[in-house]
C-alpha cells in the first residue's frame, strides 16, 4: 500500500508522502480530509501496529500521529519508526498536554508537538516544513555517504537508540597478538570490538553513542560475553586483554563470580583507557582491589594519551602499563617521544609493572623501543586484528 502510494507521489505531483496515525476515525478522516486537499498523498491508519507495520514496508515523507494510544503509544511508534528509518520526520500530537511529554517527545526526536485542537492550516503547514526537512536530509544521507561519513547520519535519540540496538546486536569480537620479542613468542591477545551496524562503523562511535546514551554498562556487558568465548583456544600462559570504560566499575556485574570472565580471571588482563576520566567512580581503589582479588590484572591503556597519567597510576595501582601509539608512532625520528618513552619504561621497571608498547607499524619503531627497554610489542607490524586468533610475523 505505502510503496504503491510513494510511486503515485511521483507521477501525480503530490506535495510529499504522508502516513497518519489516530485512533479516533473522525479525527482520522478530519486529517486526510486536510492533508489531501492540500495536495499530500495520504495513507490512514487507526490502528498503531499496522502503522509501524506500513512505515517498515512503505516509504512515506512523514508520520503524523497521535500520543496516547493503545497497545503502542505514539513515543513507542517514533522509536518502531527509527528502527527501519533515521530521517523520516515524525509530529506527534496529543489532547493532553503535559510537560513531561512533551519533553520527552522532543528528546527522542519528535519533529514537532501539536496540541490538539488546532487548525488544519497548523497541521498542513507543518507537514509541509516536515517533507522538505526530509528531503534535505535523504541528500545529506547521499553525500555522507559517498564521503563514507555515515555516522553522522543519526539525528536524534530515538534513532541513535535504535542504531545502538542494532550495533550491539551485532558485535563481534577481533583480536590482535601483543608478543615478547626476546623470546618471538605469543605474550597475549588484546579483544577488540567491532560492529556490522553501518551508522556505527568503528568503535569511536559505537563508544560515542554509548556516552550519548549513558548505556556503557550495557555495552560492555555484551562485550564481555563475547570477548571470552574463544579463550580455551589459547595456550594456558596466553593473557586475554579486555578493554572495559571506566563508567563500567560501577556495574556490580563485573564482579560476580559467576560473570563471564570470572573463570578465567586469571588470565584476563582488564584495560582501563587513561583517556577515560575516573572522577565518577568515587570507590575506584576498592572497586579495583576487588578485581585483583578475583585474580584479573589491570593494565592503564593509551599512557601518554590521557588526562592524568601519574593519578591513574596511584589509583588503579596497575600491573601493565600500555604506552600509546601517539608516542610510538615515529619514534625513532623524535627524540623528545624517545626520552619520554625511556622514562616510562624506567618508572613502570621501579614500580615493578610491565609495559607494552603498542601501535608499531614499522622496524625502525620496533627497534627503538627495544632498544629504550620495550620487551611486549603491539601492532599492525607484526599482525592486523582479525578473528581468533592471528599468528605474528617475526622479521628480523
Known amino acids: 500500500m505505502a510503496n504503491e502510494a510513494a510511486q503515485e507521489s511521483k507521477t501525480n505531483g503530490a506535495r510529499g508522502v504522508v502516513l497518519v496515525v489516530d485512533d479516533e476515525e473522525a479525527v482520522l478522516r478530519l486529517y486526510v480530509r ?3 486537499a492540500a495536495g499530500f498523498l495520504v495513507t490512514a491508519a487507526n490502528d498503531p501496529r499496522e502503522a509501524a507495520k506500513a512505515i517498515v514496508e512503505g516509504c512515506f515523507d512523514v508520520v503524523v500521529s497521535d500520543i496516547s494510544m493503545p497497545e503502542l503509544d505514539g513515543l513507542q511508534l517514533l522509536r518502531k519508526a527509527r528502527e527501519h528509518d533515521l530521517d523520516i520526520p515524525v509530529i506527534l500530537m496529543t489532547g493532553a498536554p ?3 511529554t512533551a519533553v520527552k517527545a522532543v528528546e527522542v526526536g519528535a519533529l514537532r508537538y501539536l496540541v490538539k485542537p488546532f487548525h488544519m492550516t497548523t497541521l498542513v503547514e507543518a507537514v509541509d516544513e516536515a517533507v522538505r ?9 547521499e553525500v555522507l555517504e559517498m564521503l ?17 540496538a542494532r550495533a550491539v546486536q551485532g558485535l563481534h569480537i577481533v583480536y590482535q597478538p601483543i608478543v615478547r620479542w626476546s623470546t618471538r613468542s605469543i605474550y597475549g591477545f588484546e579483544a577488540l570490538v567491532r560492529s556490522r551496524e553501518a551508522s556505527l562503523p568503528d568503535p569511536y562511535s559505537l563508544f560515542d553513542a554509548a556516552d550519548r546514551l549513558n548505556a556503557h554498562q550495557a555495552l560492555g556487558r555484551a562485550i564481555r560475553s563475547r570477548v571470552i568465548e574463544p579463550i580455551n583456544e589459547l595456550n594456558a600462559e596466553q593473557a586475554l586483554f579486555v578493554n572495559i570504560h571506566a563508567n563500567e566499575l560501577l556495574d556490580d556485574t563485573l564482579f560476580d563470580d559467576t560473570s563471564p570472565l570470572a573463570c578465567h580471571a586469571k588470565r584476563i588482563v582488564i584495560e582501563i583507557t587513561e583517556r577515560d576520566a575516573l572522577d565518577g567512580v568515587k570507590d575506584v581503589r576498592a572497586r579495583v582491589q576487588r578485581l585483583k582479588d578475583r585474580g584479573f590484572r589491570i593494565a592503564i591503556d ?12 596511584a589509583l588503579l595501582e596497575p600491573d601493565l602499563v600500555k604506552i600509546d601509539m601517539a608516542l ?14 625511556r622514562a616510562i619504561v624506567a618508572l613502570t621497571a621501579d614500580l615493578g609493572m610491565v609495559v607494552v608498547a603498542e601501535g608499531i607499524e614499522v ?3 620496533r627497534d627503538v623501543l627495544i632498544d629504550q627497554g620495550c620487551d611486549l610489542l603491539q601492532g599492525y607490524y607484526f599482525a592486523r586484528p582479525g578473528p581468533a586468533f592471528p599468528v605474528p610475523v617475526f622479521l628480523p
Open 133 to 141: 526537512l526530509r528531503r534535505i536530509s535523504k541528500a545529506r544521507r
Open 328 to 341: 610510538v608512532r615515529n619514534v625513532h625520528l623524535e627524540p623528545a617521544k624517545q626520552k619520554l618513552v
Open 148 to 164: 563514507g561519513e555515515s555516522s553522522q547520519l543519526i539525528g536524534d535519540r530515538a534513532g541513535l537508540e535504535a542504531s545502538f
Open 363 to 365: 622496524p625502525e619503531e
Open 34 to 36: 486536510a492533508l489531501g
Open 98 to 100: 503535559a510537560i513531561a
Open 302 to 313: 593509551d599512557l601518554g594519551a590521557g588526562y592524568a597519567g601519574l593519578t591513574s597510576f
